[in-house]
């Protein structure tokens, strides 16, 4: 079989063929989980897929990678209803559980083996800590959000969610430079991921406000007399936001937009939609000040 990944076969890293398919995929992944990749020694995506697949999988401890020839297992192909090349399957406890298809970015391949890592037999799960820890936030109740990203973290070190809660949890505590020392040595690929997004907001957002954390007061003294500032609306925005006062924040944002929305190219508005990211789509305070959004934007 022509080799197009580039590395030799390990205990985790294996091609597969009809005859051995059912004990190296199927039964394998009752005691890990199992990415099936599809490729093709005449597929160009397959060549540039490949060595990232391995890369990513061979970081996990709870995660092998089958390769399948599809020009020499058809069977096996027509079987899990193949269309093109390649295509990837994540393989649990002998059903399949998730699947791509082409050639994808390094960070979106890492973010389908996290998953999958998070779905092997045997993984933790935390999903009760990570919904807990969210209401916590929503809250306002750091230390008990805290709490429980970090038995979270505990039981699932490589959990990305428990740590962009954490995160999060420390910017609402006020400790920005020690959230943003945590997104520094994290692999800037991870940052980028989707379970991330929220927590590298909330971290820039409060960076931007914590210089004028301390001026609140005089900024509303300012914005008071001069309602038509629109400069003085952010700033005491994000001076807000920094202060975990996010209804607020978003409040004297909404109103810099209803009295003028184009100011500036709509800096307001960009400023309100980081919040929104920072915060999350369901947070109730997000919730509300979009519909306001869409009210100011389109009457």
Request: aromatic letters at 4%; glycine letters at 6%.
């Amino acid at each position: 079989m022509e080799q197009i990944i580039g590395s030799e076969q390990t205990e985790d890293i294996i091609d597969v063929t009809a005859q051995n398919f059912m004990q190296e995929v199927i039964e394998a992944s009752k005691q890990k989980a199992v990415i099936v990749q599809f490729w093709a020694p005449w597929c160009g995506p397959c060549k540039q897929l490949g060595p990232v697949l391995e890369k990513v999988a061979g970081e996990k401890e709870n995660i092998r990678l089958a390769r399948v020839n599809i020009d020499e297992n058809q069977e096996i192909a027509a079987q899990m209803r193949v269309q093109s090349v390649p295509t990837v399957f994540g393989i649990v406890e002998g059903r399949p559980v998730d699947a791509f298809a082409g050639a994808q970015a390094e960070s979106a391949v890492r973010q389908f083996v996290d998953k999958l890592a998070d779905m092997a037999p045997g993984a933790p799960d935390i999903s009760a800590f990570l919904e807990a820890g969210k209401q916590a936030l929503m809250d306002n109740q750091p230390e008990q959000a805290m709490m429980q990203f970090q038995s979270a973290m505990a039981q699932l070190p490589e959990s990305l969610d428990a740590l962009a809660g954490l995160v999060r949890t420390l910017v609402m505590m006020g400790e920005v430079e020690q959230a943003r020392e945590i997104l520094n040595e994290l692999d800037p690929e991870k940052c980028e991921q989707a379970e991330m997004r929220e927590a590298v907001s909330a971290v820039e957002i409060a960076e931007k406000g914590a210089g004028s954390a301390s001026e609140i007061d005089s900024l509303r003294s300012k914005l008071a007399g001069a309602p038509d500032d629109h400069q003085c609306h952010i700033d005491l925005a994000m001076a807000l936001f920094a202060a975990s006062e996010h209804s607020e924040a978003m409040e004297i944002l909404l109103a810099s937009i209803k009295r003028d929305a184009s100011w500036q190219d709509g800096a307001a508005r960009t400023q309100l939609l980081e919040c929104f990211t920072a915060l999350g789509p369901t947070h109730p305070d997000v919730i509300t000040a979009r519909r306001k959004l869409s009210t100011y934007l389109f009457s």
